[in-house]
């Protein structure tokens, strides 16, 4: 009997462990504000001249390595544990990044560059809506403990 008492204790403090780790997971919002802005300025980059495109697409690139860092930093999260709802919720994410950034381009050659910035508006509402469910789906998957 005393050894069914401490492993209910023992799986008692693990689910304790685990919601606890899981709380501390939540990246703070302007987190994601922040990767759905880079996303946003990515697809309206069509808009604007060469002279801005290229040096802004190494900006881009640059602030998306920051903010994975900070990223890590604040939520302590490796890829590892995210799990593949989550990664799937990413991938989706990336291709809708990419379509939206053909429709800019097409719209950018077709009517006005300013009609970029319309998908460019779409993209941050998709990057922003995939951040949150990446970082819930990926606090579901430690607080199991997958």
């Given at each position: 009997?005393?050894?069914?008492?401490?492993?209910r204790d023992a799986l008692r403090d693990l689910e304790s462990d685990r919601a606890a780790l899981a709380g501390?997971?939540?990246a703070p919002?302007?987190?994601?504000?922040?990767f759905?802005?880079?996303?946003?300025?990515?697809?309206?980059?069509?808009?604007f001249?060469?002279?801005v495109r290229r040096p802004a697409v190494w900006g881009l690139a640059f602030a998306v390595?920051?903010?994975?860092?900070v990223h890590r930093r604040a939520t302590g999260i490796r890829p590892r544990a995210?799990?593949?709802?989550?990664?799937?919720?990413?991938?989706?994410a990336c291709v809708a990044v990419l379509v939206l950034l053909s429709v800019s381009l097409g719209l950018a050659a077709s009517l006005s560059p300013w009609w970029?910035?319309?998908?460019?508006?779409?993209?941050f509402g998709v990057v922003w809506w995939a951040n949150v469910a990446f970082e819930r789906l990926t606090r579901e998957n430690v607080r199991r403990g997958n």
């Open positions: 009997m005393e050894s069914d008492s401490s492993a501390r997971l939540a919002p302007w987190l994601h504000a922040a759905a802005l880079v996303a946003a300025w990515y697809v309206a980059l069509p808009a001249g060469e002279a390595v920051a903010l994975l860092w995210v799990g593949p709802r989550a990664w799937g919720v990413f991938a989706v970029a910035l319309v998908p460019a508006a779409v993209c």
